[in-house]
């Protein structure tokens, strides 16, 4: 056999061993969904409330794509637990839809929303109650750790330097790129995410908001700019890519992060939310939790 031909063959067998490995690990995964559902004395154990992550939904198709994504690797952490998508409007399946799919069984909202607000508030509430199933609604994902370490992933991945020296980091700002809301009591979960962020680069860090509240991001920058920081860095406070995200990236005079996106800590947070809501009996009115 010449060199070509065996260089060939290992490379077909390579491909073959990894795809049959990665059909073991599906079936290994499937066994253990089943297998959780079953007790000891071989009983099968109650299902445990059904995960639905509450997604305000986009017109922009790649929002979509990542939210599923996101609830995949909710599955992979929690083989077992039913997960499901419902959107407040834009996308298809609505919220009401998924509840109503649901029947009276008992499931666990945790909207995919980085703060208090209206849809918090009152949208997903008012969408549970008029349901047959059974439902309680999480605090929403925001502020936590969780979301620190994310959005600091993602300036890293976009430029931002991992050590900086004294007079960089007193030449350097962000500005944290909000959707924005009426709502008082969303600006203090921003800020509040703001302070945590600084607390974790070591420099100044802004909120700042694409709509309903201010300020804007490039007033936010012009004022840090006076300040005397002339590296401003925009971190995308998004759950996933759309209009807002990518009108507060063009504003960004030096780098601008990803949204959150499918990052691993981001599915850790949909959990963690998801326990501690059965872990408080949350019913109807999520209370501000940033742990």
Not at 163 to 182: C, I, K
Not at 236 to 243: H, I, K, M, N, R
């Amino acid at each position: 056999m010449t060199a070509t031909r065996k260089s060939e063959a290992l490379r077909d067998e390579s491909t073959t061993l990894d795809s049959t490995a990665h059909i073991m690990n599906r079936i290994t995964s499937q066994l253990a969904s089943q297998l959780s559902l079953v007790s000891i004395d071989g009983r099968r154990r109650p299902e445990p409330p059904a995960l639905v992550v509450v997604a305000h939904g986009s017109r922009d198709p790649r929002t979509l794509s990542t939210v599923r994504t996101l609830l995949d690797h909710v599955r992979e952490l929690r083989p077992g637990l039913p997960v499901h998508l419902g959107h407040i409007e834009l996308n298809e399946p609505l919220l009401p839809d998924t509840l109503a799919s649901l029947g009276t069984g008992e499931a666990v909202l945790v909207p995919l929303l980085l703060s208090r607000g209206y849809h918090v508030k009152r949208d997903i509430p008012e969408m549970a109650a008029a349901s047959a199933a059974r439902t309680r609604v999480a605090a929403p994902l925001g502020p936590h750790p969780l979301l620190v370490e994310t959005l600091y992933a993602r300036l890293v991945e976009a430029g931002w330097p991992t050590r900086m020296n004294e007079a960089t980091r007193r030449s350097s700002a962000v500005v944290l790129a909000a959707a924005g809301s009426r709502d008082p009591e969303a600006a203090v979960d921003s800020r509040r995410t703001a302070h945590l962020l600084a607390e974790r680069l070591g420099v100044p860090v802004v909120p700042a908001y694409a709509s309903a509240a201010t300020p804007t991001v490039e007033t936010a920058v012009r004022a840090l700019t006076a300040r005397g920081r002339h590296q401003v860095a925009v971190a995308s406070y998004f759950t996933a890519p759309g209009l807002f995200a990518t009108q507060c990236a063009e504003k960004a005079p030096w780098i601008a992060s990803a949204p959150l996106g499918t990052h691993p800590a981001m599915a850790r947070l949909l959990l963690h939310r998801y326990h501690q809501s059965l872990a408080t009996q949350a019913t109807t009115e999520p209370a501000l939790a940033s742990a």
